[in-house]
């Protein structure tokens, strides 16, 4: 039988994990990306900026494990760094303060792993298997799921004008329209995903998108230029490589995730018209950044690079998709951000990505008998969405509330009194199954949606168990009251017999005398 052919549009993480996982069936696999080559630095990124650092975790890990092509996770785990926690950064008395909140009571970390250096790895596999044929510069501009054909628009590439200006690089206007025949399409082009765009001409697809009120712009924390002098506390870099740092703002919150050139990617998320009165005046940016993120100007970066930094980067929206189903029929399927795009405050989305893919193939790999392979796709791509479709809603859920959390809650004596509660009793009482929300996201690899239900159910238990606990601790203040109140009373009756009895001898005294 003939290998089929798969063709996978978009080249990111999980697009590129979706190619290698293909091509490790034996499948022809063709990728396709709307940019340039991205593992050159000259590629500008569709949002224009370098993008928010991201945050591998177990799911991640083990989709990558799950690969099968020998020393990639390693070779991928050696340019990460671990991060034990978070940081939270404050004032107390007017100091400065920090407080670091350790994400797992066991010790364990998640990594921060720079999006260019995870994707060079990935793509560098991918060039080196004789199925892969990888096709930059390739937009999708038509697709025909039920013929199984696809039209990608091949631009062409730069080049550079030597007989007017050497250093100026003008582009051809010419371009041409290519079609492809395919046997099975993955979509992974992001959340402006051009597949799914022509998927719902072929499916009866539920779609929302929801833009938060929050932007986000990128900040640059460069290292230490004391590193190797006595006033180098963490070796180059400015402040504890091994934590998450978070600046909460009540509304709005900065953070910083460190990167293996000991410079540190960080991120403001505020409200839109917050950034709408910076704008307007730029004299408050600084002033603003010294009374909610103390310790970051001019410690971290300096005034003028603040200013700087944030006229020239983009103030970005942050977007969270959800739809169903995510399949045609045998043809196509989407995964990653193309299915559901979701805020980042859980540092789940490429991680949710990734595991679309393991889960996608695993269902492939179980439905599927070699020789009936073809036919027998639609079945396990409809198994896929049922199974996917409530997790991927249950993470962009999850994600959007830890908002609130990381802006804020982080500060709560209440969200403290749980965390420790569940940690203690997960290490006091594994038999009972604790565990905090985030051990069983970052940690695991158990279902989103089970998740949800479970951290619900567990709250409802505490919270029973913390009203039985009040009912216990009233009822046992108040029989002390009641005990009291009757001894008062009954020391009082004592006193008033003594007294009288006094008053009683002292007159059968003067009488006597």
């Known amino acids: 039988m003939a290998a089929q052919k798969t063709i996978v549009v978009g080249a990111g993480p999980v697009g590129s994990l979706a190619a290698l996982y293909a091509a490790g069936r034996g499948d022809d696999v063709e990728l396709y990306e709307l940019r340039g080559d991205l593992r050159d630095p000259n590629t500008v990124p569709l949002n224009f900026t370098k993008s928010i650092n991201l945050a591998l975790s177990e799911r991640g890990i083990n989709s990558l494990r799950n690969a099968n092509c020998p020393g990639l996770l390693e070779a991928v785990l050696n340019e990460t760094i671990p991060m034990y926690g978070r940081m939270i950064h404050g004032q107390k008395n007017g100091e400065l303060h920090e407080e670091s ?10 990594r921060a792993v720079d999006r260019a250096s995870l ?37 062409s590439v730069p080049r550079t004008d030597h007989t007017q200006n050497p250093t100026q690089e003008t582009s051809s206007s010419t371009s041409q329209e290519i079609e492809v025949k395919f046997d099975f399409m993955i979509g992974a082009d992001g959340a402006h995903s051009a597949v799914r765009y022509h ?33 180098s506390k963490y070796s180059g870099f400015k402040i504890s490589p091994n934590h998450l740092h978070i600046w909460p703002g009540i509304s709005f919150m900065f953070i910083a995730i460190p990167s293996l050139n000991k410079s540190f990617t960080s991120t403001l998320f505020l409200p839109a018209d917050r950034f709408a009165e910076l704008d307007a005046d730029p004299s408050s940016l600084v002033p603003f950044f010294k009374e909610h993120f103390p310790g970051v100007v001019p410690d971290l970066i300096s005034e003028e690079d603040l200013a700087k930094q944030y006229n020239e980067n983009p103030h970005l929206p942050l977007i969270n998709i959800k739809c ?60 896929y969405s049922r199974l996917r479709q409530p997790d991927a809603h249950a993470i962009n859920d999850l994600a959007l509330h830890n908002y609130q959390e990381m802006r804020s809650d982080v500060r709560s004596p209440l969200y ?3 965390k420790l509660l569940e940690e203690r009793l997960s290490v006091w009482f594994p038999i009972s199954g604790f565990a905090t929300q985030y051990t069983r996201v970052s940690f695991g690899n158990e279902r989103y949606s089970e998740i949800e239900h479970r951290v619900l159910r567990q709250g409802r238990v505490l919270l029973a168990s913390s009203v039985v606990m009040l009912v216990g601790v009233a009822s046992w203040a108040g029989w002390w009251a009641w005990r009291w109140h009757r001894m008062a009373d ?10 009288w009895m006094g008053k009683r001898t002292e007159e059968f005294g003067r009488k006597f005398t």
């Open 324 to 383: 169903s189903p995510y399949h045609f029929s045998g043809s196509c399927v989407i995964v990653g951000d193309a299915a559901h795009a979701m805020v980042p405050f859980y540092g789940q989305g490429m991680n949710a990505g990734l595991e679309d893919v393991r889960c996608l193939y695993e269902i492939i790999d179980a439905d599927l008998a070699s020789s009936q392979r073809w036919p027998r796709r639609a079945a396990a791509l409809a198994a």
């Open 119 to 155: 994707n060079k790895r990935l793509l560098d596999e991918l060039e080196k298997m004789p199925n892969v044929k990888l096709n930059f510069n390739h937009k999708l501009v038509g697709a025909d799921f039920k013929q199984n054909l696809a039209w990608f628009e091949k631009k």
């Open 199 to 231: 998927l719902m001409k072929f499916t009866r697809m539920d779609y929302m998108q929801e833009y938060i009120d929050t932007l986000w712009c990128e900040f640059h924390i460069s290292p230490d230029n004391a590193e190797g002098s006595a006033t």
């Open 490 to 499: 009954s020391t009082k009756g004592l006193a008033k017999w003594f007294t």
């Open 101 to 110: 909140q350790a994400y797992d009571v066991k010790g364990r970390a998640i």
């Open 416 to 418: 403290k009194l749980r």
